[in-house]
């Protein structure tokens, strides 16, 4: 799945229909709709209120995300952005960062679980609905309310803990 702004600045998601057109992926729950569709097939959520301008002109940084149980650190591409969760190929649901092979089911990632946000530089995070929540330095998130991410602020995943930083500015 990628971001992409459309024509009115709202963020969507596109996605590859089995039969290789592109579809948009509801931000409510994760079906793959025709693009230019008002509200999605599945839920009935209203596809045209995501008008959250996330793409600006500015370049992005890279985000360094470290996995605080392994020790592990990823280089996350400089993506206004990105979805966390666990990838599942039987119903062909790619998140941008999957966290499978770090342990995520057996620590309650959801398969959707949050996205990280970047605007002018600055990390925001926000839960998508996952079934055992998003926090960040021990408070719950509210789903789709983003909540700005402090310089070594611990987040959680369910149980799996990690913690975002800026990088380099790409040139």
């Not at 290789?20 to 009935?44: D, H, M, Q």
């Not at 592990?72 to 062909?92: C, E, K, M, S, Y």
């Amino acid at each position: 799945m990628a971001a992409s702004a459309s024509s009115t600045g709202a963020a969507t998601w596109d996605c590859h229909h089995p039969t290789g057109g592109i579809v948009i992926a509801c931000p409510e729950c994760g079906t793959g709709n025709l693009p230019n569709t008002l509200f999605c097939g599945r839920c009935s959520a209203d596809l045209r209120e995501r008008r959250l301008a996330w793409r600006g002109h500015e370049p992005q940084r890279t985000v360094r995300c470290h996995l605080l149980d392994s020790g592990q650190q990823l280089v996350l591409p400089p993506d206004p952005v990105l979805i966390f969760g666990r990838a599942d190929h039987t119903v062909d649901l790619r998140p941008d960062v999957d966290l499978n092979p770090y342990g995520a089911l057996s620590a309650g990632v959801s398969r959707r679980h949050a996205q990280l946000l970047q605007r002018d530089n600055t990390l925001y995070l926000e839960d998508l609905q996952s079934l055992n929540g998003t926090y960040v330095n021990g408070v719950r998130l509210h789903p789709h309310q983003p909540m700005r991410l402090q310089p070594d602020a611990i987040v959680r995943f369910g149980q799996f803990q990690l913690r975002f930083e800026p990088a380099e500015k790409p040139a």
